[in-house]
Every structure is written in structure tokens, then in C-alpha cells.
């Protein structure tokens, strides 16, 4: 399947990648009223870690046997077995944070808002994540890779 | 063609389910459960209760799972029997059903002990669908003000917060000295405690329940308790919560090892070829005791089963082991706890600590050799699983122990070769 691929050599640690992300998945699809109007607020489901020199971004990695998808307690986390993709159901989500819990990289996001997780979709029905698109120095790629 | 049977159809029931069919797609599969509705999420019970969830939410699979699994899922139905050389369960009607590869997957029963006034009405459990709908109704019914939780484990607390949620003023009683004493240690547990207080619950520690007793205006309904301490609760409802025991009654008296839990090896066989057994009625591999113990957690039951499913199909898979590992959302301050998370005096082990009692944080890290072996975070769990990916892994920590407990703790701050080489960047 295709994945998100975090280059650390080329990142600076700009932090855009959650912007966009925040960006695309709010109501309007708009940066500015994403981040001062919309209520819930809309977050990030990719994550800069910054600890200079070193800097790169983390979101679901849609492992092939998720702990998440294992551990999940009320059946919102499932794997797609035709597209791979790792894909939660917030309508589903309990927010009991087992998930959280398990995630050997730290990608999944406590929406401690709306109490519930929030992950990475690789942004469905664009061609190309918003994270990967609007990366100024192509730290991020969206890549066939093998599972 | 194989004929599978499984008792249970909870988390470790449902996975091998699922495990079986991806080996055996033939194999005629029969679950078989006492309850009405198989496939529903046990920890959402008491989301059901608080009124967060409805019946169809805490499914926690589709409706169509059976039939496109191409199991039949017996609902209603007992098992009572097992003969192991006929190679059959018996149901309660007496039908006799055959089995080539049993799994035993009932799970664990509520431990009450004798209590005097326990028989009153108003006085429950807590562990499955029909104990939350009977509790949800009796609160209706009564117009509940006021309930007494026995036990401040996590199914204590669970239904505690599902109480309060209701409006219903809630005293804890524990024997313990502290709550969540199997996940917490003190300074853990004092923090959590401080929190659901300041929600309008009160504690009663280091002591238990020695009688339930009647309303004035009639007995056999529950009017309130009295302590082992001498001191008298009033209440609408007693919920024992004191925890949970497996329910081993099938294998009695028959050829299956049994300890406290069923035995089974790395495969989840039992004793007795062809009969396996998964979930909180068997003693499973723990990776950081390094023994077989009861450990009664969904995620883990699901990992059995999984297990279990496959070598029953013939695909021989051995248990990877699980721990001690609660993740808990109660009352506002998430906490994660797994491992050694409040190991007693031991100069083998290394203990990091980091409190920020402003914000109610507390970390904890328990090393051995320097590897991670307990870990308890409170209202910071963020990022956790990197933690017990150390930890699962055994990675030596030694180089970047103090970094572990950092406030941006992430990849980031752990050494580049330890990144590319657990995948985390290229």
C-alpha cells in the first residue's frame, strides 16, 4: 500500500505539515477560520517531534498487525483488508485510550475535546495527503511501500 | 472438515474466529454463548449505564460478522458438559454438541463474597451486557440517589464514574489502603483519588462491607450497609466490584490442568490435546514476570484467541505473552499503567519518578538492567506507546534513561540509529 515516508535528513521542523492537516480535516477547509472559529476545534493527526538538529513528522504508520486494531476495546479501530489502510470510527470510539497505549510510534492523537482518538486517514478522496503536498522541502513522501 | 467449537463469544471467542478463517475456510465453526447478544464491547458497559451508549455503539463488531465469518453463533445457550473422550459439549437442554479443536472461552465471573443481606433487591454485579441493562433499569425504576461501590479496582471506578454521571451520590469502599492499588502506587493512587473526590465521591479505605441491610419501609430492599469499621452507609444500591474469578466450572473434575485459571501452554493448548483455552479463564504467558498468570484484559483476551484460532486451524503460532496493562479515562485524568507499576522494595530494580503535583501529572518508570519493566503515567499519557514499545522491545535505555521522562518525550529525542532502527524514520 501506499504510505506516508518521513525523510529526517530534509525536515526543518517547520511544523506546516500540521497546519495543512489541521487544515484539511476541519469543516471549512479553511486555514484561517480552521484555526480561530470552528467549534470542535480541528486537529492534527500528524505530529512534529523537534529536538534540534533533529526534526521530523509521525502519523499512523497503518501497520500490517496494528496493536491498535488489537487492542481497541470497542471495535472503532479496524483494519481494511483491501486497502490496508488502519481506519477508525470515531462514532464507535469509546476515548478509553488503550490505543494510546500501544501505538509503537506515538501516532495516534487524544482529541481530548471531543474525548475520542484521531489518526491519520492519509486523507481520503485527495490524491495526495495535505501533509505530503504542502511539505516546503519534501521531507514527506506518499509512497508505494511493501507491508 | 473440521468442527470447531467455542464457548464464549467475547473478545477471545470473536478472534479466533477470525483467526480460524484465515487459515480454514471450510471448517464449520459453532459459537456458542450463554448471552443474548454476542459481539459487544464489555468495557462499554458502563457507558451503557451512563446513557454515553446504546446497545448498536457497543458492538464491537458488525452485525453481519457471523455470517460472513460463516460461523454459527448459538445465542442463549449454556454449556454444562465436556466429555473429553466423546469429544462433546453438553447444552443445558441437553443436546450434545461434537468438536474436533474446543476452545474454552468463558471468560471470568464476578467474585462476591458472602455478605449478610447480599439476596436483597438492589445489590449487583458488574462485568456483562445483562448486569449494566439490570442496573441502568433498577436506577430508573428507583429513581436512584445514592449507591455503594465495593472495590475501587478498575471495574469500580468504571461504574462509579458511570454512577456520578447519573446523578447519583456514590460511596467506594476498598479494603485496600489505596484505590487502583493493582495499577497505582500511592503518590499514583492519591492523585487519582483527590480528582474523583473532587467530583463528589466519597472513599471508604482499608475496610470492607459487613452487612447490607433493608430500607426501613421494606427489608428486602437495599436501605444502605454497614462497614467492617462500625460506620453505616445509607444507599439505593450496592455494586460489588471487588473483581473477577474465571469461570473454570466446565473443566472440573475432567482431565484439564487447572491452577486458579485454566493452564495452557504457548499454543493456548490445555493439558488435553485439541482443547484449547483463551481469555480470562486461562492463565497466559506474562512476557515481564516471565510466568502463565490470570490477567483478565480484553486486548490480551483478543491476542489469545487469536492464537488459540490459529493452531486449532493447524497454523501453529505461539503467544507472544501480554502484562499487566491498563489504560483508564475515567474521571477526566487519563492514566496508563503497565508492567511492575508499583513493584515492592527490590535493589534489582531502578525507579525514575517525575511529579508535577500543580497539573496532577505524575511518570514513573521502573527499570531492570536498564531495560523498562513498569511504567505508570497520570494525565500525561501522550505518546505512551513509545514507552511500552521500549518496553516490549527490551531495549537498553541505559544511554538516554533520563530523556525517557521529559516533558516533549518523543522519537525525537531518543538517538537516530534507535529510530531507523525500530522504523521509526528512514
Known amino acids: 500500500m501506499k504510505k506516508i515516508i518521513a525523510k529526517q535528513e530534509a525536515c526543518m521542523g517547520c511544523g506546516l505539515c500540521e497546519v495543512y492537516c489541521t487544515t484539511q480535516h476541519s469543516k471549512s477547509k479553511d486555514i484561517v477560520k480552521a484555526y480561530n472559529s470552528e467549534h470542535p476545534k480541528p486537529i492534527a493527526r500528524i505530529r512534529r517531534e523537534v529536538n534540534k538538529p533533529v526534526s521530523f513528522a509521525i502519523q499512523c504508520r497503518h501497520c500490517e498487525d496494528a496493536p491498535c486494531v488489537t487492542a481497541c476495546l470497542s471495535g472503532a479501530m479496524t483494519k481494511d483488508l483491501k486497502t490496508g489502510e488502519v481506519t477508525h470510527n470515531k462514532d464507535k470510539c469509546m476515548g478509553c485510550w488503550t490505543c494510546v497505549m500501544v501505538c509503537p510510534y506515538g501516532a495516534l492523537i487524544m482529541d481530548k475535546e471531543g474525548k475520542v482518538v484521531a489518526k491519520c486517514d492519509l486523507c481520503q478522496g485527495i490524491s495526495e495527503p495535505a501533509c505530503v503536498a504542502n511539505c516546503p522541502n519534501q521531507a514527506l513522501e506518499f509512497k508505494e511501500v511493501k507491508t | ?426
Open chain 2, 1 to 426: 472438515m473440521a468442527k470447531y467449537v467455542i464457548v464464549g463469544a467475547s473478545a477471545a471467542g470473536i478472534a479466533a474466529v477470525e483467526a480460524i478463517r484465515k487459515v480454514d475456510s471450510v471448517g464449520t465453526i459453532t459459537v456458542i454463548t450463554e448471552e443474548a447478544c454476542a459481539h459487544y464491547s464489555r468495557p462499554m458497559i458502563s457507558d451503557l449505564v451512563s446513557g454515553k451508549a446504546d446497545l448498536q455503539k457497543m458492538k464491537c463488531k458488525a452485525d453481519g460478522f457471523w455470517k460472513e465469518n460463516n460461523a454459527e453463533a448459538r445465542l442463549g445457550k449454556k454449556v454444562v458438559g465436556l466429555n473429553l473422550t466423546d469429544k462433546t459439549v453438553t447444552l443445558e437442554d441437553g443436546e450434545k454438541v461434537a468438536y474436533e479443536k474446543l476452545l474454552i472461552a468463558t471468560g471470568g465471573k464476578p467474585f462476591v463474597p458472602k455478605m449478610e443481606g447480599q439476596e436483597k433487591d438492589g445489590v449487583f454485579t458488574f462485568t456483562n451486557m445483562s448486569d449494566a441493562q439490570r442496573l441502568a433499569a433498577k436506577i430508573d425504576a428507583l429513581n436512584a440517589k445514592s449507591a455503594v461501590v465495593i472495590g475501587a479496582g478498575l471495574i469500580g471506578i468504571s461504574v462509579t464514574e458511570a454512577l456520578v454521571k447519573r446523578g447519583i451520590k456514590v460511596t467506594v469502599v476498598e479494603l485496600q489502603e489505596k484505590i487502583l492499588s493493582l495499577l497505582l502506587d500511592a503518590k499514583a493512587s492519591d492523585i487519582v483519588e483527590a480528582v474523583i473526590r473532587k467530583a463528589g465521591v466519597n472513599f471508604a479505605t482499608g475496610q470492607s462491607v459487613q452487612k447490607i441491610i433493608g430500607k426501613p419501609e421494606n427489608d428486602g430492599a437495599v436501605g444502605g450497609v454497614i462497614l467492617t469499621k462500625g460506620d453505616q452507609v445509607p444507599c439505593d444500591l450496592v455494586i460489588v466490584a471487588i473483581g473477577v474469578i474465571p469461570r473454570t466450572e466446565l473443566v472440573l473434575g475432567t482431565a484439564v490442568k487447572l491452577n486458579r485459571g485454566i493452564v495452557v501452554d504457548n499454543f493456548m493448548q490445555t493439558s488435553v490435546p485439541d482443547v484449547y483455552a483463551s481469555g480470562d479463564v486461562a492463565e497466559a504467558y506474562d512476557f515481564i514476570l516471565n510466568q502463565n498468570r490470570l490477567l483478565p484484559l480484553w486486548p490480551l483476551a483478543v491476542l489469545e484467541g487469536r492464537v488459540a484460532g490459529c493452531n486449532m486451524a493447524g497454523a501453529k503460532t505461539s503467544y507472544e505473552g501480554g502484562t499487566n496493562m491498563s489504560s483508564l479515562k475515567y474521571f477526566g485524568i487519563p492514566l496508563v499503567s503497565i508492567g511492575l507499576a508499583n513493584p515492592k522494595d527490590d535493589p534489582t530494580l531502578e525507579v525514575l519518578v517525575k511529579q508535577d503535583t500543580e497539573n496532577n501529572v505524575y511518570k514513573k518508570l521502573v527499570l531492570k538492567n536498564n531495560v523498562i519493566v513498569g511504567m505508570t503515567l497520570v494525565n500525561c499519557i501522550d505518546r505512551a506507546g513509545i514507552l511500552f514499545n521500549l518496553m516490549r522491545s527490551q531495549v537498553n535505555v541505559k544511554k538516554f534513561k533520563q530523556d525517557l521522562l521529559r516533558d516533549d518525550f518523543g522519537w525525537a529525542v531518543l538517538p537516530v540509529t534507535l529510530q531507523r532502527k525500530m522504523n521509526v524514520v528512514q
